[in-house]
């Protein structure tokens, strides 16, 4: 344990500080997103971008300060190893999908479903007393060269479910409900599409984690595939996506059906990032 001893809280003091502020730039962008969708102002939309923007640069800057002070403490690694670490990376992953989805759509209503998610993740990660955040040495099955393309394809495609689950979510409201506020949101269509895209770009994704992560596996344990818990919830994740992808491209399901798919979708993601590790053990239970 002679890199634990060498840890001091002061020496990451800057790294989680900076994630604090985050958390609550995240929180604001979120009420801004908000403000500009229900006033329809164009001009509030750009001032909740780049206030978005601002929180995403103070985040990644924290990432790299963590990466470089594991490498001070002579544990060197990506700082992706650990449930602290996990729900960080998450968040900076949904404000990647964030930019990615505002510049193809334009709509503040994105911006404010993943800047909420990411301030809901930084939250549990910065102001819980029972999250670790101390940078700790990679656990033997963690040191191996697949962790980051691993870890960032799957993170990425969680990122592209949430967008999903929120679009699902909307879809199921906004076709249902009628009132002076959701006559300002858009169409149900435009949530079937902007779930339906979201989880193409996640299948293709979680699929390239899933190779990765055997290929890892194969070297961390010598198998490809064991049927670890958090294995099987992923394919099982996996198969939901597909499922309805399967509907809508073969049999050109649209609707209400396709956005209880995606919602039932994102829970099996939850499940595979936190139930897994709470509810059943497995080699995975790092993560």
């Not at 490498?71 to 968040?91: K, Q, T, W």
Request: hydrophobic fraction near 55%.
């Amino acid at each position: 344990m002679r890199h634990a001893e060498r840890y001091s809280p002061r020496e990451t003091m800057d790294d989680t500080f900076l994630i604090s502020i985050a958390t609550f730039v995240y929180f604001a962008s979120a009420l801004v997103f908000l403000i500009a969708v229900v006033s329809r102002s164009r001009g509030v939309q750009r001032a909740a971008t780049v206030i978005v923007a601002a929180g995403f640069v103070i985040q990644t800057v924290s990432i790299d300060i963590r990466w470089v002070l594991s490498y001070r403490l002579g544990i060197g690694h990506a700082p992706l190893s650990n449930f602290y670490e996990s729900l960080v990376f998450f968040s900076w992953s949904l404000i990647v999908v964030l930019f990615f989805a505002q510049k193809r759509y334009g709509n503040g209503l994105i911006g404010a479903i993943l800047s909420f998610f990411s301030f809901i993740l930084l939250a549990s990660a910065s102001l819980s007393g029972s999250v670790d955040t101390r940078i700790q040495p990679l656990i033997p099955a963690l040191q191996s060269n697949w962790l980051i393309s691993h870890v960032i394809s799957a993170f990425l495609a969680y990122a592209c479910f949430a967008l999903s689950f929120g679009a699902g979510t909307l879809y199921l409201l906004t076709a249902k409900i009628r009132g002076r506020l959701v006559s300002r949101l858009p169409s149900p269509v435009f949530f079937d599409e902007l779930a339906y895209r979201s989880i193409s770009v996640g299948f293709l994704l979680l699929t390239f984690g899933i190779i990765t992560g055997a290929v890892w596996a194969d070297t961390a344990w010598g198998r490809y595939w064991g049927w670890d818990p958090k294995e099987t919830w992923s394919l099982i994740t996996w198969m939901l996506y597909g499922a309805y992808l399967h509907a809508r491209l073969v049999r050109g399901w649209t609707g209400a059906a396709m956005a209880v798919i995606s919602i039932a979708g994102f829970f099996a993601v939850i499940f595979t990032y936190l139930g897994v590790n709470y509810i059943l053990s497995g080699l995975h239970s790092y993560m």
